[in-house]
Every structure is written in structure tokens, then in C-alpha cells.
């Protein structure tokens, strides 16, 4: 099979981690006898020096003409106190629009060998394994009227959350097909005590439910849940969710799978001729300044993402299976980054990234 994918480092650790996925990804490639063809393109911080903005037109056309993208991570603190419309962040916002990636799939899971890395209780967390789903091309990252006007104490800014009936059907329909292939259980997270927007998420959930008679589905608040994750986090199967609440829960399910740096994701939206998804395959986690360049991050998000691009974007099922197993076959040697606290000398980001190489291999 011919592999034609666009790889975006970004900014700070993305290129650490992004370099350990391809190494994966040659791997694969190698042993199953796959025909790569990998460009790499520029997003983010790095776009912005090298081009004058986070979205280059020329990523862009590359991004529409790849199969599939795997990104990095985008942010530099340079651009800490600069407008949101120039920063790094909004080439990420930018791509996933362009391609239509409405569908944000981030599976949280634990491993055996990662239970001591939660800080929460090893019981329960012991067995989680669910897939938040964040829609991803709407809601307050998007919505207009946007923006500050006025000047010093007379200033006010405004956000915008808004969401058609089309937006919301598309996103619940992608969840429920999942629960249906997993334990068939959904919980729908809204604010719809206060939100009209909240209103129309649970209408709409609730209207196409009976297409999925056999997922069981729950509406839960997204205030209760934020507490459910860390109290009963086993009882989550598939979660969807809107933009912003997906945002801030999927940082919290990290918890329970031991790191940040542990959770791929996957964002899906378009279905090409042959099946497959067009796809954006991006780690959880940032551009993690404080830890850049220094062969520390945890390279599994990242890797993690290339199982999901195989799987979801080519169809290779055995092959993305097998990055998993490698990835958990290493956990269980210990020989892992530091944000994961092993028990002994912490491994760097490459030989974490070699490690799941030969385990594969
Ligand atoms: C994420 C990130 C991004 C987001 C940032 C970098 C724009 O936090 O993918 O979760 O908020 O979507
Ligand atoms: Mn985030």
C-alpha cells in the first residue's frame, strides 16, 4: 500500500516526539512492505518565523493532497501575550477546518504497568478505557462575534458558542457508530441547565438515539462529569462532547491513563472514495515548553497517533495493533520517560522511541 503522508512537527517538543513516530512509521513500513511517502510541512510557531503565519498557504495544499497528517504539537510562549489571531494555535485551529476533521477521537485507557504513575487510587483507575469524543470544528473556538473592543477598564470581549443541528447530528452519529462497536454504552456531556446550546445538543443527541437502539445512552452534565472521571471513570464507554468541554475534559482523562504525554488522538470527518478516513493524527498533549529540546518528552502520544492512522486512515488494522502491543511491551519493561516516574533512571524521548521500534521490529 502507498503511504502518502504529511508530517507536521510543529513547535517545541512536537519535533521531539514526531520524530520517534516516523521512526515508527518507517518501521512499519519496512516490515509489512509499505510504500512511504512522507513531506513535511510547516504549522504553527514555526510557520510564523519561517512564513509570517501559523497556516501556510503551501501547508495547506499539502494538507488537501496527503492521505493522511501527523502533527505535532503547536505553541511558543513568545506568542504568550499576542492577539489569538496570530498566534501558533491558530494554524492548528486552521488545518483541522480545512480538512473538515469534525471528530476528535481520544481514547483514554490504563496499562497495568502505569497504574502507580496516576495519582489517583490504582482501583480506580485499574481497567479504564474509554474514547472521549470532542467535536472539533465548531463551538467558542470558532464562533463569531469574536473579540476585545475598548480600551483599558472600559474594555469588554466576547466568545461566541454556537452549533447547528447538522454540526451536532454529524459528531453524535460518529459516537454512537463507536459505542456500537465497543460496549455500546454512550454519555452525551452538556450544560443544558443553562445553556441553549446545551438545549440543542441533548434534543439532538436524544433524536438520533433511536437509530441506536442498542447503545445505551445517558446525558450527563458536564460539571458532574469533570467529577465522575475521577471518581468512577470505569463506568465511561464512548463520551461525546462539544469543542471546549472536550478540551478541558480529555486533559483531565490523562490523569487516569498515568501521563499527558501517553494520550494519541485521532480527527476524522471525511470518508475518501475507498473508506477510508481522511485523517489528522495529533498527540494530546502541547508544545511543552519547559521540557523542549531536551530528549525528555514522552513520545507514546505520538506513536499512539500513528497506530490510529494506520488504523482509521489505511485500514491496516494488524499493523496498528502491533504499534500498540509494542508500546505496551515497552511499558512493561519500565523503560520509560520521566513524566510517567519510573522506578528507575527515566528513558529519553529516542530510546523510548527505538524501544518501541524493536519491539516491533
Ligand atoms: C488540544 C490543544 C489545542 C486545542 C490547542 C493547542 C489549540 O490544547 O489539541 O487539546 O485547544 O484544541
Ligand atoms: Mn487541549
Redesign the pocket.
Given at each position: 500500500m502507498n503511504l502518502n503522508i504529511l508530517v507536521l512537527p510543529g513547535d517545541g517538543i512536537g519535533l521531539e516526539v514526531t520524530r520517534e513516530a516516523v521512526r515508527v512509521l518507517r518501521v512499519v513500513a519496512e516490515k509489512w512492505n509499505h510504500q512511504l511517502t512522507l513531506r513535511e510541512g510547516l504549522l504553527g510557531g514555526i510557520a510564523i518565523h519561517k512564513t509570517g503565519g501559523p497556516f501556510p498557504a503551501e501547508t495547506e495544499k499539502m494538507s488537501i493532497e496527503a492521505d493522511a497528517v501527523l502533527m505535532g504539537?503547536?505553541?511558543l510562549p513568545e506568542f504568550d501575550n499576542v492577539s489569538p489571531e496570530k498566534r501558533p494555535?491558530r494554524g492548528?485551529?486552521g488545518i483541522r477546518k480545512t480538512m473538515g476533521v469534525y471528530a476528535?477521537l481520544r481514547p483514554v485507557r490504563s496499562y497495568k504497568a502505569l497504574l502507580d504513575s496516576s495519582p489517583l487510587k490504582n482501583h480506580l483507575v485499574d481497567g479504564v478505557d474509554m474514547v472521549i469524543v470532542r467535536e472539533?470544528t465548531g463551538g467558542l473556538?470558532y464562533g463569531s462575534p469574536r473579540g476585545i473592543t475598548g480600551e483599558g477598564t472600559s474594555s469588554s470581549a466576547v466568545n461566541t458558542m454556537a452549533y447547528s443541528w447538522v454540526e451536532i447530528e454529524r459528531v453524535a452519529r460518529m459516537a454512537f457508530e463507536l459505542a456500537r462497536k465497543r460496549r455500546k454504552k454512550l454519555a452525551s456531556v452538556d450544560k443544558s441547565n443553562v445553556l441553549e446550546v446545551s438545549q440543542l445538543w441533548r434534543r439532538v443527541v436524544t433524536a438520533v438515539a433511536p437509530d441506536y437502539a442498542d447503545v445505551e445512552l445517558e446525558h450527563i452534565l458536564v460539571d458532574n462529569c469533570a467529577m465522575q472521571l475521577v471518581l468512577n471513570p470505569k463506568r465511561f464507554d464512548v463520551v461525546v462532547m462539544e469543542?471546549t468541554f472536550g478540551?478541558i475534559l480529555?486533559?483531565e482523562g490523562a490523569v487516569l491513563a498515568g501521563s499527558i504525554g501517553m494520550l494519541p488522538?485521532a480527527s476524522i470527518g471525511v470518508k475518501k472514495a475507498s473508506g477510508a478516513w481522511t485523517g489528522l493524527y495529533?498527540p494530546?498533549h502541547?508544545?511543552a515548553p519547559d521540557i523542549a529540546g531536551q530528549n525528555k518528552a514522552n513520545p507514546f502520544g505520538a506513536i499512539g497517533s500513528v497506530a490510529a492512522m494506520l488504523e482509521y486512515s489505511f485500514g491496516l488494522t494488524e499493523e496498528a495493533a502491533a504499534v500498540n502491543r509494542a508500546i505496551e511491551t515497552v511499558l512493561n519493561t519500565g523503560r520509560v520517560t520521566a513524566d510517567l516516574r519510573p522506578a528507575g533512571t527515566p528513558a529519553t524521548t529516542e530510546q523510548a522511541g527505538e524501544a518501541v521500534c524493536q519491539a516491533i521490529g
Amino acid at each position: 500500500m502507498n503511504l502518502n503522508i504529511l508530517v507536521l512537527p510543529g513547535d517545541g517538543i512536537g519535533l521531539e516526539v514526531t520524530r520517534e513516530a516516523v521512526r515508527v512509521l518507517r518501521v512499519v513500513a519496512e516490515k509489512w512492505n509499505h510504500q512511504l511517502t512522507l513531506r513535511e510541512g510547516l504549522l504553527g510557531g514555526i510557520a510564523i518565523h519561517k512564513t509570517g503565519g501559523p497556516f501556510p498557504a503551501e501547508t495547506e495544499k499539502m494538507s488537501i493532497e496527503a492521505d493522511a497528517v501527523l502533527m505535532g504539537a503547536v505553541g511558543l510562549p513568545e506568542f504568550d501575550n499576542v492577539s489569538p489571531e496570530k498566534r501558533p494555535e491558530r494554524g492548528l485551529l486552521g488545518i483541522r477546518k480545512t480538512m473538515g476533521v469534525y471528530a476528535n477521537l481520544r481514547p483514554v485507557r490504563s496499562y497495568k504497568a502505569l497504574l502507580d504513575s496516576s495519582p489517583l487510587k490504582n482501583h480506580l483507575v485499574d481497567g479504564v478505557d474509554m474514547v472521549i469524543v470532542r467535536e472539533l470544528t465548531g463551538g467558542l473556538y470558532y464562533g463569531s462575534p469574536r473579540g476585545i473592543t475598548g480600551e483599558g477598564t472600559s474594555s469588554s470581549a466576547v466568545n461566541t458558542m454556537a452549533y447547528s443541528w447538522v454540526e451536532i447530528e454529524r459528531v453524535a452519529r460518529m459516537a454512537f457508530e463507536l459505542a456500537r462497536k465497543r460496549r455500546k454504552k454512550l454519555a452525551s456531556v452538556d450544560k443544558s441547565n443553562v445553556l441553549e446550546v446545551s438545549q440543542l445538543w441533548r434534543r439532538v443527541v436524544t433524536a438520533v438515539a433511536p437509530d441506536y437502539a442498542d447503545v445505551e445512552l445517558e446525558h450527563i452534565l458536564v460539571d458532574n462529569c469533570a467529577m465522575q472521571l475521577v471518581l468512577n471513570p470505569k463506568r465511561f464507554d464512548v463520551v461525546v462532547m462539544e469543542n471546549t468541554f472536550g478540551d478541558i475534559l480529555s486533559d483531565e482523562g490523562a490523569v487516569l491513563a498515568g501521563s499527558i504525554g501517553m494520550l494519541p488522538s485521532a480527527s476524522i470527518g471525511v470518508k475518501k472514495a475507498s473508506g477510508a478516513w481522511t485523517g489528522l493524527y495529533e498527540p494530546v498533549h502541547g508544545s511543552a515548553p519547559d521540557i523542549a529540546g531536551q530528549n525528555k518528552a514522552n513520545p507514546f502520544g505520538a506513536i499512539g497517533s500513528v497506530a490510529a492512522m494506520l488504523e482509521y486512515s489505511f485500514g491496516l488494522t494488524e499493523e496498528a495493533a502491533a504499534v500498540n502491543r509494542a508500546i505496551e511491551t515497552v511499558l512493561n519493561t519500565g523503560r520509560v520517560t520521566a513524566d510517567l516516574r519510573p522506578a528507575g533512571t527515566p528513558a529519553t524521548t529516542e530510546q523510548a522511541g527505538e524501544a518501541v521500534c524493536q519491539a516491533i521490529g
